[in-house]
């Protein structure tokens, strides 16, 4: 059964610094990895998806890095602002039940101070 | 606009009442699923549906039950079975299950159910 792990979870910094999020994950057969950010009381918004071919994407601030053999994937959130406060949980398949059931992190609390 | 609405935001269940939690999409997606979440805690998969009259359950169904009748609508039932159901709940959809390529899954804003 897949196990996705973040640290840290939970974390500050001040507004302006560069943000690096870790996911980890046991089983590497996967097709792919998404991160989503979760505002506090609300749904999950997805932030990027990276099929198991590529090794990076990128969506303006964000970047995420995907090294599906060691079972690792990092979000970076470069220039971080107030805005960037939220929780980010990223997913993979659970490829025992294949590539529609997703295992969670439990996420990375972020709080980005003024 | 497109995407999935969830029903009613906030709900109280008294001990014994089944509750129902609405969740409707107008994304055409074929796959639909339901979340739970507690403080500190992963989202844990309750159902999933991947076509119109076909459900299957996830890690935690116990006490919960399903109805995909509709390829928009696939409603959560909150049984009396369900000894601690206080928590937040999750809809979400994807386009449906590839096995070569993944699908964003998207969520909606999610119901908080509180038992008094």
């Known amino acids: 059964k897949q196990e996705v792990t973040q640290i840290p979870a939970a974390l500050s910094v001040p507004e302006g610094e560069n943000l690096v999020l870790n996911c980890s994950f046991t089983?590497?057969?996967?097709?792919?990895l998404q991160w989503f950010r979760q505002d506090p009381g609300k749904g999950l918004t997805s932030l990027l998806l990276?099929?198991?071919?590529?090794r990076e994407q990128t969506s303006g601030r964000l970047n995420a890095s995907l090294d599906k053999s060691s079972g690792r994937s990092t979000l970076y959130i470069a220039a971080s602002q107030p805005g960037d406060s939220a929780t980010y949980l990223c997913?993979?398949?659970?490829?025992?039940?294949?590539?529609?059931?997703?295992?969670f992190g439990k996420g990375n609390q972020v709080v980005v101070i003024p | 606009d497109g995407g999935i609405t969830q029903s009613p935001k906030y709900l109280f269940r008294k001990e014994g009442q089944n509750v129902t939690l609405s969740c409707e999409q107008n994304?055409?997606?074929?796959?639909m699923y339901w979340y739970r979440q507690d403080p500190g805690q992963g989202l844990r998969l309750i159902y999933y549906?991947?076509?119109?009259?076909?459900?299957q359950k996830g890690d935690i169904a116990e006490g919960y039950s399903v109805s995909r009748e509709k390829k928009e609508s696939f409603p959560l039932t909150v049984t009396s079975a369900q000894k601690n159901p206080t928590a937040f709940y999750l809809c979400?959809?994807?386009?449906?299950?590839?096995?070569?390529?993944?699908?964003?899954?998207?969520f909606g804003e999610g119901s908080w159910l509180t038992v008094v």
């Open positions: 979400a959809s994807s386009m449906g299950s590839t096995k070569t390529s993944g699908n964003t899954i998207y």
């Open positions: 089983d590497s057969a996967i097709y792919n």
């Open positions: 990276i099929q198991s071919s590529q």
């Open positions: 997913a993979v398949p659970d490829m025992l039940y294949g590539n529609n059931r997703l295992a």
């Open positions: 994304l055409n997606h074929d796959a």
């Open positions: 549906s991947q076509i119109v009259n076909d459900f």
